[in-house]
């Protein structure tokens, strides 16, 4: 067996070390990582896969814990990834979800990762997709993946989770906003947290205004949940939703579509795949650094540089 | 109103204008100052040199006053050290509670005025010495005390009405204190003589010393329990000694760690008068605990300030009418975080400096740290000298011999009205978040914190701050040239041994029968200290109180801020 | 795309102890050095921190202790690591930990100790030359 082979099988069979470190070389994007995706990948499918986006400080890691808690209860076994924005200036990031889950670190039922966003766009790291898939392929019921948390623009999570929860937090302030510069277009689901706070039935009703808003006829109303993650009220509620959600999904009722997501991803993968080895190419001809010192020169604008550049290059590939 | 002649300050404001025309430039030509820009720790920039124009604004009355007498910036009694000097008192504990009670003899014998306990992390956390965290922790940083009989053998030959005691403890401060008033009983001293602190306070939990157990709520419902039940029955005692040390220690300013505890301060007021308490009946047995750190002057500055800051709070926010209301009484303790292990015997300077800081700033009770303290639990030799040092500044420094030597320096007054200035503006900010429970949750404090910690670190690795044989005058150090006091893993074993002992001997369905009560008496929401000071008579363990209170209040997870 | 190796530190803090300042500091400094940096919170126990090393996959573990105790904590970590196959961590170590202790805790395998006074431009460095060499 390959070394590859080897920590596949050993994901397979739920070891946990060869989990951790399949998810460090997908992180690192090593040379081994696509052979490990795809060797894996006809495993994958089982796992009901949860987002939870929504500002900073608004619970999410705190509501987590207490789900993986009730899903253990219930039996499943439960994996989460939990990602935090890495600094645009070091490169650097603290990783600081783990934290509120530390309790469950020693359930083996339970896998928890941390994982810097690595300047990834969308509240989600660029491994995140693929790390999902390792948990998913390592046999865990449920996979819950926790976004940065910055608001607004989380919108990558669709292209992971089947189910997303959008958290709020009343007097959080901005969530309004973000809810209609688009994050409601995500939620599977809405929650109120911090119910045990003066205003959380505004907070709600706030979010019923803008869903009415919306009168589309859909299979799924996203519904609106109070919970108090700190002592996990109303956390057997909103599992009540998942399940509610997943088993419409799995009656195949047109949602958003699997097939979307399936299409999305392909899409992403052949973008990936086409922009490096058509770049390394590009890479290597002289003209390459040419051009870039002729627009450096304002002797050329870059658009104009990249189709002369590409004209050969893809009458190279058509031949 | 000026205290100044007007016609005066005119002309010092003249001449100073010369002087930095004439006199000034000359020598700065001729060598240039050390730095373009002197700071104090709190960040605020200090001159070159003070002067009337400094104090042009103070009123002799309403900012100073006499001492005893409100706003009480010269201290909070009319003679001060001229009269009673203040109570030395050293923090201690470590081992068995024989151990301890040793260590105590022994400071009562070399002069020590007042006792200190230091307990060991499963007390300060609210385990029993057999619970599995405790772990290796038995007696290694304070003394063990899970039940009445560890603390009778720690007080006894220890007259508890002559002396009185401080207890470093928070969220099992009722235990404790029940455990202290039990002895009293004992001894047959009547409550109202019985005379002491308990730290109790919580809230500083949750962002400087992170010994947290309960949620906040319920943190401060057990410290505000304390509060209401002292001034019912140990007229006495000091319920709670509202802690700016452990902000100090955990990295902030003299100012953060000012307007910090004042904050908290506030926060007790207001809970304890919610339970139908009127101001006056309280507010006089509040006190106070600060770090004196380098900084000689700015450190005598913020005790005056604070001094000053709660007495117009009370008077003015809560409406206190009794004097004594608006006091500010305080413990000191120097500061540990500026000891090194590098040349321990530089320590003891530091400690010096800082013990007549705090008395230059009126304290009415001190601990000095001992030149061991970053290496080890004092030695008996270490202690002494720390000891010592309080009264060679009591006995041989002249400076008790009147009342706030130092107001009226231009730099002192100045800084002192600085520091009350902007400690308001933290105060306001913290009004508007909503008082400090709301600042916990949103990491506000934490966060002022850690950033001061990280400034404060990064200052000494630029060599912007000198520490003295850290990172300059430094020596090959080799072997550690001082004794280390070790705790011997036997301590643990006698010690689980004697509280499995006891828990197999005491009347048992007695035990069961107080826990279910005190269970009820949580729910019920109850003032505690009573059913407490009953479990513990019954020789119910700390770990059993505590554990009773864990599943009515749940407990916190501290929010982490870097 | 080209691999984007991070250097993923765990800082801990064994047992009771809750002193944080320099724990904090010490984070702080390697996550503006580019490290992914993880910490446990405070009161870990031995198998927390075993197991959260385990998962995260770190490659270095830094445990912070003030309260003197490593004696009977350090033992119970190193063993957990070895159990778990966390051979290749580097683990080191920080906070008031007595000169004549610390030649035992190397021999746990506890490649360093940094005490009070060090300043975190020396701990950065010294992460940077001993990260393990992974594939
Ligand atoms: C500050 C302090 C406190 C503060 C803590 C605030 C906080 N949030 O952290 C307060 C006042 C709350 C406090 C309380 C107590 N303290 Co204290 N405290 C100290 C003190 C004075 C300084 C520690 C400090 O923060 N220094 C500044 C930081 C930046 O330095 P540092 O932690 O040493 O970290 C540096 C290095 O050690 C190293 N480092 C540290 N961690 C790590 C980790 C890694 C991976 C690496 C590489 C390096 C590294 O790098 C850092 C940068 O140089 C020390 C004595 C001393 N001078 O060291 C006592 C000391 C640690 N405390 C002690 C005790 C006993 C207590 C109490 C238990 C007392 C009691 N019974 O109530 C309580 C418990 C509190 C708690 N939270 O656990 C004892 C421990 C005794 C022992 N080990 O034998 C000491 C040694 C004092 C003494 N001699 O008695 N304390
Ligand atoms: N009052 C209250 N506080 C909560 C609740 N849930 C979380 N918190 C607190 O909110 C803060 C942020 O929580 P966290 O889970 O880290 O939020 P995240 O940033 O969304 O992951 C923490 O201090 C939590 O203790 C809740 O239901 N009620
Ligand atoms: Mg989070």
């Known amino acids: 067996m390959t070394k590859v082979e080897e920590l596949a099988q050993g994901v397979l069979s739920g070891e946990i070390r060869s989990i951790a470190r399949a998810i460090t070389v997908i992180e690192n994007n090593a040379p081994e990582a696509k052979k490990l995706v795809s060797s894996i990948y006809p495993h994958t499918g089982k796992a009901h896969i949860i987002g939870f986006t929504g500002a900073g400080g608004a619970g999410k890691s705190t509501l987590i814990e207490k789900i993986v808690r009730e899903y253990r209860r219930n039996g499943k076994t439960v994996g989460v990834v939990a990602v935090d924005p890495t600094s645009p200036f070091t490169g650097g990031a603290f990783l600081g979800d783990r934290i509120r889950m530390q309790e469950l670190s020693t359930d083996p039922g339970v896998f928890i990762r941390s994982m810097a966003s690595r300047n990834y766009p969308g509240g989600i790291a660029r491994a995140t997709k693929d790390a999902v898939k390792v948990l998913d392929a390592a046999g865990k019921d449920i996979v819950i993946v926790e976004t940065v948390g910055a608001g607004q623009s989380e919108v990558e999570i669709i292209k992971v989770a089947q189910t997303v929860v959008v958290v709020h937090a009343p007097g959080l302030g901005d969530e309004i906003q973000a809810i209609k510069a688009g994050i409601m277009e995500i939620a599977d689901i809405f929650v109120v947290n911090k119910a045990d706070r003066e205003n959380a039935n505004k907070t709600v009703m706030d979010i019923q205004a803008i869903l009415q808003l919306n009168n589309k006829e859909t299979a799924w109303k996203p519904p609106v949940l109070k919970t108090v993650a700190l002592t996990g009220e109303g956390v057997p509620q909103l599992i009540e939703k998942i399940e509610e959600h997943r088993l419409l999904l799995e009656k195949g009722l047109k949602h958003k579509g699997s097939r979307e997501k399936a299409e999305a991803e392909l899409i992403e993968a052949i973008k990936e795949k086409v922009v490096s080895s058509v770049l390394e190419g590009l890479r290597k001809e002289g003209e390459f650094e040419q051009l870039v010192g002729e627009i450096v020169e304002r002797e050329i604008d870059p658009a104009s540089a990249a189709e002369k550049l590409l004209k050969k290059a893809l009458k190279d590939a058509e031949a | 109103m000026t205290m100044f002649d007007q016609k005066k300050l005119e002309e010092v404001k003249r001449e100073r204008t010369r002087w930095e025309q004439t006199t000034l430039p000359n020598w700065l030509k001729q060598s240039r100052e050390r730095k373009t820009e002197f700071h104090n720790h709190s960040g605020m920039q200090v001159k070159r040199v003070y002067t009337p124009e400094d104090m042009e604004n103070m009123d002799y009355m309403r900012d100073l006053g006499f001492p005893g007498e409100y706003p009480f910036t010269r201290g909070v009694h009319a003679t001060m050290y001229r009269g009673r000097l203040w109570t030395m008192r050293m923090f201690s504990g470590f081992g068995t509670a024989a151990d301890t009670n040793r260590r105590f003899k022994y400071l009562l014998k070399e002069g020590e005025t007042g006792l200190s306990i230091a307990f060991d992390y499963p007390t300060i956390m609210g385990y029993d010495s057999d619970h599995p965290m405790a772990k290796g922790e038995v007696g290694i940083c304070g003394v063990a005390i899970a039940s009445l009989k560890d603390m009778e053998t720690l007080l006894d030959g220890i007259p508890l009405d002559k002396v009185t005691t401080s207890m470093t403890i928070n969220g099992p401060a009722p235990i404790l204190l029940a455990m202290y008033v039990a002895v009293g009983d004992t001894q047959g001293v009547p409550r109202e003589k019985l005379g002491g602190t308990t730290q109790n306070d919580n809230l500083k939990e949750f962002f400087a010393q992170n010994l947290c157990i309960f949620p906040p709520k319920a943190s401060v419902k057990l410290t505000t329990d304390i509060i209401e039940y002292c001034a019912r029955h140990l007229p006495r005692w000091n319920p709670v000694s509202i802690s700016g040390y452990h902000i100090r220690e955990a990295g902030a300013t003299a100012l953060q760690e000012l307007a910090f505890t004042i904050y908290d301060g506030i ?42 800051l709660w007495a117009k709070l009370m008077k003015e926010r809560f409406k206190a009418k009794s004097p004594r209301s608006m006091w500010m009484r305080m413990h000191v303790q120097t ?42 639990l004092p030695t008996e030799e270490a202690v002494r000298v720390a000891l010592r040092t309080q009264q060679i500044v009591a006995h041989e420094s002249g400076v008790t011999s009147t009342v706030d030597p130092l107001a009226g320096s231009y730099y ?8 009350e200035e902007k400690a308001w503006e933290y105060i306001h900010k913290i009004d508007d978040m909503g008082g400090a429970i709301p600042a916990i949750e949103k990491g506000f404090f934490q966060k002022e914190i850690a950033d001061s910690a990280y400034m404060y670190q990064r200052e000494i690795e630029e060599k912007k701050r000198v520490i003295v044989g850290v990172n300059d005058y430094t020596i090959a150090e080799g072997k550690c040239p001082i004794e280390i006091l070790r705790i011997e893993p036997k301590v643990e074993t006698a010690q689980v041994a004697s509280l499995r002992k006891l828990k197999r001997e005491r009347d048992n369905r007695k035990v069961k029968e107080v826990l279910d009560k005190l269970h009820y008496s949580a729910e019920k929401d109850e003032n505690l200290m009573p059913t407490i000071i009953e479990a513990v008579k019954a020789y119910v363990s700390l770990g059993e109180i505590t554990e009773v209170l864990r599943m009515v209040y749940g407990e916190y997870k501290e929010l982490i801020v870097i | 795309m080209q691999t984007e190796r991070k250097i993923r530190v765990l800082i801990a803090k064994p047992g009771l102890d809750s002193h944080d ?41 830094g445990l912070s202790i003030l309260s003197g105790a490593h004696k009977t904590l350090f033992p119970r970590i190193m063993d957990l690591l070895k159990k778990k196959g966390l051979t290749d961590v580097t683990v080191f170590a920080g906070g008031i930990i007595p000169e004549e202790d610390v030649e035992e805790m190397k021999k746990l395998g506890i490649k360093e100790v940094f ?21």
């Open chain 2, 267 to 308: 926060s007790y007021v207001e809970s304890t008068l919610e339970r139908g308490l009127k101001v006056d009946d309280f507010a006089y047995r509040l006190s106070f605990f600060f770090a004196s750190h380098n900084d000689f002057i700015e450190e005598i500055a913020k005790f005056r300030a604070a001094r000053r």
């Open chain 2, 335 to 376: 500061s540990g975080c500026t000891l090194t292990p590098q040349q321990p015997l530089n320590n003891i300077v530091r400690t010096t400096m800082q013990a007549l800081s705090a008395v230059l700033g009126g304290t009415q009770s001190l601990h000095t740290n001992s030149f061991d303290e970053a290496l080890c």
């Open chain 2, 412 to 419: 002192v007054e100045a800084l002192t009205n600085e520091m």
């Open chain 3, 21 to 61: 300042r320099g724990a904090k500091v010490v984070a702080r400094a390697l996550r503006d050095a580019g490290m992914e940096v993880i910490y446990t919170g405070l009161r870990q126990t031995p198998e927390q921190i075993a197991e959260t090393a385990l998962q995260e996959d770190v490659d270095v573990i």
């Open chain 3, 115 to 135: 005490g009070p006074g060090t300043p975190t431009e020396r701990i950065i460095k010294y992460v940077l030359e001993n990260v393990p060499k992974r594939t």
